[in-house]
T-cell receptor, first 111, second 113 residues
Framework: EDQVTQSPEALRLQEGESSSLNCSYT??????LFWYRQDPGKGPEFLFT???AGEEKEKERLKATLTKKESFLHITAPKPEDSATYLC????????????FGQGTTLQVKP | EAQVTQNPRYLITVTGKKLTVTCSQN?????MSWYRQDPGLGLRQIYY???????DKGDVPEGYKVSRKEKRNFPLILESPSPNQTSLYFC????????????FGPGTRLTVT
């Protein structure tokens, strides 16, 4: 069964304190791993898609990496506006096309 | 601007009163789906559609209906809402089954009393 586990559930950082969020997954035939940012009460906002082990993508202070078993979202020198819940999802070979989401990591960055 | 829109954004209703939440996308996407998000349970798929007139159940379809008569629209229908359907609902769309990015609407917060 396809599964996604994110850790930690919650993370508190001081502004400028870099860290990483983890997304461990098991999936039959990975077609894509996705990172989203979600602010309270709002729709998830697409950040990155990764397709194969070794791939990396960057956007401002965020960098996503992928191995065969997990993905990391590295946050470099975070700012308070980076505070949000970060969701990881995988798309496998299922013919339903369903994304499997993790529970998310809630990040709080204090000034 | 490429987007997924939902209406209404907020809705308070009573048990048993039929309601429809509309969803529309302007990206010509084939694949659309509905999710509900509840604290501690994450995002759960209610229904999905691979194209016009092709819909199927997701993980939590009980109490919901959908239709896909046009490519851009995918309404969610609650024939007889109950309090356990109080939730935050999201519509999403993407281009096909392959690994393209999925875009979400802004959400509809539904309260059933």
């Amino acid at each position: 069964e396809d599964q996604v586990t994110q850790s930690p559930e919650a993370l508190r950082l001081q502004e400028g304190e870099s860290s990483s969020l983890n997304c461990s997954y098991t999936v039959s035939g990975l077609r894509g791993l996705f990172w989203y940012r979600q602010d309270p009460g709002k729709g998830p906002e697409f950040l990155f898609t990764l397709y194969s082990a070794g791939e990396e993508k960057e956007k401002e202070r965020l960098k996503a990496t992928l191995t065969k078993k997990e993905s990391f979202l590295h946050i470099t020198a975070p700012k308070p506006e980076d505070s949000a819940t970060y969701l990881c999802a995988v798309l496998g070979a299922s013919n339903t096309g369903k994304l499997i989401f993790g529970q998310g990591t809630t990040l709080q960055v204090k000034p | 601007e490429a987007q997924v829109t939902q209406n209404p954004r907020y809705l308070i209703t009573v048990t048993g009163k039929k309601l429809t939440v509309t969803c529309s996308q302007n990206m010509n996407h084939e694949y659309m789906s509905w999710y509900r998000q509840d604290p501690g349970l994450g995002l759960r798929q209610i229904y999905y559609s691979m194209n016009v007139e092709v819909t199927d159940k997701g993980d939590v379809p009980e109490g919901y209906k959908v239709s896909r008569k046009e490519k851009r629209n995918f309404p969610l229908i609650l024939e007889s809402p109950s309090p356990n359907q109080t939730s935050l609902y999201f519509c999403a769309s993407r281009s096909g089954l392959a690994g393209s990015e999925q875009y979400f609407g802004p959400g509809t917060r539904l309260t059933v009393t």
